[in-house]
Nanobody, 122 residues
Framework: VQLQASGGGSVQAGSSLRLSCVASGLGFSTYKMAWFRQAPGKERQFAASIDWSGRITSYADSVKGRFTIYRDYPKSTLYLQMNDLKPEDTAIYYC????????????????WGQGTQVTVSS
């Protein structure tokens, strides 16, 4: 299984970025997917998730209303649209998938991408 994240960059507050994560080696259409982020000096934290059907999404309170997670099945790609970015969004962003397909609720995430850096300046 490989998860290849991209799309990070350095932007000013109020800007937008779209992160992408191309998945290979797993049945993308059957896996819940998620984005996590790790800010400097802090533990990795959950940002957003989307179930295997694409119908159920979940967001951390800190990003709710600004970030949108979605997926493109033919491209086996997970996205995170980030709008109105704030300096506190600065972090390395990771995409992740659980070990088993059709996971529900809060699964343990087993597969991780390499991370993409997002830096937001004020």
């Amino acid at each position: 299984v490989q998860l290849q994240a991209s799309g990070g960059g350095s932007v000013q507050a109020g800007s937008s970025l779209r992160l992408s994560c191309v998945a290979s080696g797993l049945g993308f259409s059957t896996y819940k997917m998620a984005w996590f982020r790790q800010a400097p000096g802090k533990e990795r934290q959950f940002a957003a998730s989307i179930d295997w059907s694409g119908r159920i999404t979940s967001y951390a309170d800190s990003v709710k209303g600004r970030f949108t997670i979605y997926r493109d099945y033919p491209k086996s790609t997970l996205y995170l649209q980030m709008n109105d970015l704030k300096p506190e969004d600065t972090a390395i962003y990771y995409c992740a998938a659980p070990k088993e397909p059709f996971a529900t609720d809060s699964p343990e995430y087993h597969y991780w991408g390499q991370g993409t850096q997002v830096t937001v300046s004020s």
